[in-house]
């Protein structure tokens, strides 16, 4: 009878744990089968774990005096009233008494208690029978048991009708609710796979959009194989697709070489002329405005007869000459360097010497002539690396000085600075020649 109702009870609650899962789209199978073990373990932890278990029956024992049933805990035999406390259970035999509980005499060893003969109980009517053979065909005629027997059948019966009921409703609503299939997947990865309510669950592929794959030259795709090959073989020119016409599209490229047209950025290479003029000291390049080679002097540039930054007598004697040096009794200048570009003086460096007792901060008077001795320019410069701090009793300086020089013709100049102390005293002279290359004075000179 466990075996049935544990069933039933499993069946039950896989049904109702289905219904659910299907109504959620779900496995029922496997709602069914967690819900048959719940239900099977629901049962056994009610059965064994959650009932109580029966008390324990008293035993009971019989007087001595009388031979009527009593127990250990009544004092008093209840049918002729002997005592049964301790020490007043008196032996029949010896007229002793004895403590209770005992079963034999402690005096004599006579038994005091009647042990109760086993009865056989029907569990249905609770009859008595001292017999188990007498209990067995009494259960063939009991009608109690007969009408338990019954009762439990119908019971059965309306479990196994509601299961069977509800097998049968839950068929029904899976064969009548319309659901999606398990998967939607079409194995494309330029489709959104998807199925609901709305698409009257049937699958849906939706193309989507910029996925190379999906056979649609779509912006920025050329070069894919959803796009057509637009290559026209020509390296001047950029290919490409017109994404709303889907026609071919060549622009052209500029600069190009190979085009044989020199443009901007391209010398030197096969569209240009050769513009070399064996001179290591010039840049040479080809003028797109004057349709003409040009040559820039490289500075520094040991070679070019000019003696530019980084060059000294010691590493280049051929463009530069040992340092003019104008001394005094106060003062000692050398000018270290004399650099020009595009015409202008980039860099003026010179050393002072202080031969005074006393520390100052020198100042410079600085004139340009040309080779016919005329003023180009002249300037009192206070260098930014002198200002901050006097040269000290035997010390020297290097520092750099600034002068803004117009020149209107390429050649040789001489420049002169003088060395000034703080009250403008003229300390000492130096000179140094430079030259002068300005590739627009050539220009304009060639014209004119």
């Known amino acids: 009878m466990f075996f049935e109702l544990a069933i039933g009870f499993g069946i039950l609650f896989g049904i109702i744990c ?12 496997l709602g069914f089968i967690a819900g048959f073990i719940f239900g099977i373990f629901a049962l056994i932890y009610y059965i064994f774990v959650g009932r109580e278990e029966p008390k324990e029956k008293e035993k009971k024992y019989e007087c001595t005096g009388c031979g009527a049933e009593v127990t250990l805990e009544e004092k008093f035999c209840p049918e002729c009233g002997a005592s049964l406390e301790d020490e007043k259970i008196v ?5 002793k008494k004895n403590k209770e509980g005992v079963k034999f005499c402690t005096h004599c060893g006579h038994k005091l208690f009647k042990e109760p003969k086993p009865e056989f109980i029907c569990k249905d009517c609770d009859k008595k029978f001292k017999s188990e053979k007498e209990l067995e065909e009494h259960y063939k005629h009991c009608k109690k048991r007969k009408e338990r027997v019954k009762k ?3 019971i059965g019966f309306l479990i196994g009708g509601i299961i069977i009921g509800v097998i049968l409703l839950v068929i029904i609503i899976n064969a009548v609710t319309p659901h999606c299939p398990k998967s939607c997947d079409d194995r494309n990865h330029c489709t959104y796979d998807f199925c609901n309510a709305s698409t009257g669950y049937e699958c849906k592929h939706e193309i989507l959009k910029y996925c190379v794959g999906n ?9 894919t194989k959803d796009c057509p090959n637009c290559d026209d073989e020509n390296i001047c020119t950029e290919d490409s697709i017109d994404y709303n016409t889907l ?5 052209e490229k500029k600069p190009c070489i190979g085009d044989g047209i020199c443009e901007r950025g391209e010398y030197p290479s096969p569209d240009c002329p050769n513009c070399n003029d064996g001179n290591k000291c010039t840049k040479d390049d080809y003028d ?7 040559h820039i002097n490289i500075t520094p540039c040991c070679g070019n007869g000019v003696c530019e930054e980084g060059e000294t007598y010691n590493n280049c004697p051929v463009d530069c000459e040992l340092p003019p040096i104008s001394s005094s009794d106060e003062a000692e200048l050398v000018i270290d360097r004399v650099l020009t570009s595009e015409g202008n003086i980039d860099q003026l460096r010179v050393t002072v010497t202080n031969l005074r007792e006393k520390a100052y901060i020198p100042q410079f008077d600085i004139m340009v002539i040309d080779e016919k001795g005329k003023k180009v320019c002249e300037s009192t410069s206070v260098s930014y690396d002198f200002l901050y701090e006097k040269i000290k009793p035997g010390e020297s300086k290097t520092g750099d000085l600034t002068i803004f020089c117009i020149f209107y013709k390429n050649g040789k100049y001489e420049i002169e600075i003088s060395l000034l102390d703080e009250n403008y005293e003229i300390l000492a002279i130096a000179k140094k020649e ?3 290359y300005n590739p627009l004075l050539a220009e304009l000179e060639e014209l004119y």
Do not use: Q
Not at 91 to 95: L, M, Q, R
Not at 215 to 223: A, F, H, L, R, V
Not at 247 to 251: G, L, N
């Open 91 to 95: 032996c029949p035999k010896c007229h």
């Open 434 to 436: 430079f030259s002068v």
């Open 247 to 251: 026609e071919c599209t060549h622009k």
């Open 215 to 223: 056979d649609i030259c779509e912006s920025g795709e050329y070069g």
């Open 288 to 294: 797109l405005h004057w349709k003409k080679c040009t």
């Open 152 to 154: 439990n059948e119908k």
């Open 18 to 29: 289905a219904i659910i899962a299907s109504a959620k789209n779900k496995n029922a199978l």
